[in-house]
């Protein structure tokens, strides 16, 4: 099948562009060709209408991504595979799987980020051995660099990462702009960074070394069992009090961590393992029989600060929130070689010149793609130039002399535990807006219990409409409100469910926030969840039509967000 597309060129100028649509039958694309740094890959995804809307609106939630449960073991995410049409620079893979993909932040409904999966009806089907493509959507990154960028220091500097390249991608003809195509965490990747690829791959999601949660990092791949007392190992080491480097050496490639360390520390990695215990891999080498973490999701670099839960004192040059970094740090050759290997860094592979001309090479490539929503690109890029220009600076000053002392204990990672129960059975209508009195309207019966106590109600309403919510977009919910009795604050909730879902005689798995007053509840231990089942007998989504139906399910509360 012929294409033709139309290029404006930077002069206005307009070229005719014919290219050739071949199978990947006819052609083989090299890994090589799917990592270019000189041009944008051309990725055109077909699929059922139908099913690109059922992908593009799953979702995941704080209540199911930081359960308590994952201290045990990994939570299985929510998205599902579907078959599409995938062609790469016109090389086509026909019945590929293809499903959203990424954490909370990232989610989108209108441009979410997608994993490939190009061996699901061809179990041989790859390029060059990779099965998986991994397309990010830069949500959280209004510059797009950070992964390109980031991941391409980390390789010149010694410390393996996947390669990446920017990606155009279309589905079924719309241009949803630029994505990150990010090397997925498999073979190639190991067997370039390590000659071999039969050792232990563990996938780190807001988890650490600690006592209880040995079993919280994802097996990836290669034999769990060395690997799993390996972690247990490590967490029994930074649990005693005395902790040397010696002893951390002996589980972890220090010469590798450090490397790793200080990159994340450079390019102010707020959301990796140092920053937040986040956005990490770690691979039992079986040459060494140590750990080597390496970078993942690497969309929040270039900032001097953290953006969650940041303390002015603490310092730039360096990030101790992941627990083997913050032990190390606390030694004074731990700092002292922390710093040498930053200085080295800086030294070596910090070239202002360079970096910024980067910029200039990367801006004006992809300019041509963006989508709409990717408006932010040159604000945000304006940002990463003030840093790249003035990081040097900021890190000399820092730490000309020595590392500057830092002792604040990160905490354990955040989990949602039950701290009550609600049941509630309603019937109201369907509202296009919703009305800003919302008690006194609908039938509603409710009952709320917290920390074992009953919590009376009174001036109960209920009715239906859109809402957004924590890491969603705009879904129909059943929406409640009441009034404490013991100090009249007014409680509510939103009843959120998938619009595929939202129909009388089934089940639904059912989640929102509990608020108290006109905003979220923030109580000692953090914000409070509703978690549950809705069982709807009547359901209709125009103006005036019948929401009837019984929920029940628990009250939730984020513990240790505070880290």
């Known amino acids: 099948m012929n294409r033709i597309d139309f290029k404006t060129t930077t002069a206005g100028l307009t070229a005719l562009i014919f290219c050739t649509t071949v199978s990947a039958a006819e052609k083989q694309l090299t890994l090589d060709e799917l990592f270019p740094t000189d041009r944008v890959l051309d990725v055109q995804i077909t699929l059922a209408e139908k099913d690109w809307d059922r992908i593009r609106r799953q979702s995941r939630n704080f209540v199911s991504a930081l359960h308590e449960k994952r201290k045990a073991k990994a939570i299985d995410g929510p998205y599902e595979y579907v078959n599409a049409d995938v062609t790469i620079d016109g090389v086509k893979f026909e019945k590929v799987g293809l499903r959203k993909k990424g954490f909370i932040g990232s989610q989108s409904t209108s441009r979410p980020s997608l994993k490939i999966k190009l061996n699901r009806t061809d179990k041989e089907r790859n390029i060059g051995g990779l099965t998986n493509l991994t397309m990010n959507n830069n949500k959280q990154d209004g510059s797009i660099v950070s992964q390109y960028m980031g991941y391409a220091m980390f390789n010149a500097a010694g410390s393996p990462a996947s390669r990446c390249a920017f990606a155009k991608i279309t589905v079924n003809g719309k241009n949803l702009g630029i994505y990150s195509h990010v090397e997925s965490m498999r073979k190639p990747l190991l067997a370039r ?98 750990f080597h973490f390496m970078p993942w999701g690497a969309d929040a670099l270039f900032r001097k600060r953290s953006m969650l839960n940041f303390d002015f004192r603490a310092p730039i040059s360096v990030k101790t929130k992941g627990r083997v970094a913050h032990r190390l740090y606390q030694l004074p050759e731990g700092r002292e070689r922390y710093r040498k290997t930053l200085h080295g860094l800086l030294g070596e592979h910090w070239n202002e010149k360079k970096l910024l001309a980067e910029c200039d090479r990367i801006e004006a490539l992809i300019r041509p793609h963006l989508n709409r929503e990717q408006y932010r690109f040159s604000r945000s890029l304006d940002g990463t130039r003030e840093f790249i220009e003035e990081r040097r600076r900021d890190l000399m000053k820092e730490t000309q002399d020595a590392m500057p002392s830092w002792r604040k204990e990160p905490k354990a990672p955040p989990v949602i535990a039950a701290i009550g129960k609600i049941k509630a059975t309603f019937s109201g209508t369907w509202m296009e807006d919703s009305p800003r009195e919302r008690t006194g309207i609908g039938s509603l019966k409710l009952s709320l219990s917290l920390d074992g106590r009953e919590i009376a109600l009174k001036d109960a309403g209920v009715h239906a409409s859109w809402t957004g919510g924590f890491g969603r977009s705009s879904k129909p919910s059943v929406r409640i409100v009441a009034r404490r009795a013991d100090n009249d604050r007014e409680v509510s909730f939103d009843l959120g469910m998938e619009e595929n879902t939202f129909r009388a005689g089934e089940d639904i798995q059912t989640g929102g926030v509990l608020k108290e007053g006109r905003s979220f509840s923030f109580g000692p231990l953090g914000m409070q969840f509703i978690s549950g089942k809705t069982r709807l007998t009547a359901a209709g989504m125009k103006e005036g039509d019948m929401v009837e139906g019984a929920f029940e399910g628990d009250v939730m509360k984020l513990i240790g967000m505070g880290r």
């Open 193 to 290: 960074a390590f000659s071999h690829e039969n050792g232990t791959l563990y996938e780190g999601t807001v988890v650490d070394f600690y006592e209880g949660w040995e079993g919280s990092l994802e097996h990836k791949r290669g034999d769990d069992k060395p690997g799993r007392e390996k972690i247990r190992q490590l967490i029994r080491l930074l649990e005693s009090r005395e902790v040397s480097e010696e002893a951390i050496g002996k589980l972890v490639d220090l010469d590798a961590f450090y490397r790793f360390w200080a990159i994340e520390g450079l390019l102010g990695f707020w959301d990796g393992y140092s920053g937040n215990a986040n956005n990490y891999f770690i691979y039992l080498n079986p040459k060494t029989d140590r």
